[in-house]
């Protein structure tokens, strides 16, 4: 048998850590490259346990996949595949090509070019611009956050009564929390001082 390379050696015996201290599943996203370190780490887009979605959204998936169509459907369908597979909260690691964090997981259900920040979103850019205001959102909109050097951002999925009180949201959280389906009141978001904004390409 010819003589493996070192860094086959390497990717052998790592395998085998893996293997032995998970299991096989354990080390499936590894082996598939789907959680690799991210290239750009992410500018103070930090979530807070404090954010823990109390709410409920009102909505069930279907209604909201079917209040949209073309690019917003396919956007909230995105979204919700991380949920589903509950990907882990990160600053550091990317999945599926985009970062972990909240705004990593907003560029995702965009299909953004790359993995912005709230910096880049706040500030007009992220492929994306501000609406005039909440009323003007549509699913697959976005909310996003920005003071003090820290930022969040969560995707809009409609809103949660007739009386436009809350809206249904789906958000990478923090690390304490990931993924998140659940509602937020229009008081609590102006509060901290989300905007509305709008991906170009919608």
């Given amino acids: 048998m010819a003589e493996l390379s070192r ?64 690019g917003r459907r396919t956007a909230i369908q995105r979204g919700f595949s991380w949920f589903d597979a509950n990907v882990p909260y ?11 964090d909240c705004s990593g997981f907003v560029s995702m259900c965009w299909e953004l070019g790359r993995s912005y920040t709230t910096l880049d979103f706040v500030g007009g850019g992220g492929e994306s611009g501000k609406l005039a205001s909440y009323e003007s959102m549509i699913p697959g909109d976005a909310l996003v956050r920005r003071s003090n050097g820290a930022g969040h951002i969560v995707m809009f999925l409609g809103w949660n009564d007739r009386a436009h009180s809350s809206a249904c949201v789906l958000e990478q959280s923090s690390t304490a929390l990931d993924m998140e389906f659940g509602a937020r009141t229009v008081s609590s978001l102006q509060g901290s001082g989300y905007k509305a904004i709008r991906a170009d390409k919608f």
């Fill in 7 to 70: 860094s086959a050696r390497i990717s052998c015996i790592l395998g085998f850590v893996c293997f032995a201290a998970l299991g096989p599943l354990g080390c499936a996203s590894a082996a598939q490259g789907e959680d690799e370190t991210a290239t750009t780490g992410d500018d103070g887009d930090t979530g807070s346990s404090a954010d823990e979605l109390t709410l409920a959204c009102n909505l069930s998936r279907s209604t909201i996949l079917n209040s949209v169509s073309g």
């Fill in 90 to 100: 990160s600053q550091s690691r990317s999945y599926q090509g985009y970062r972990t």
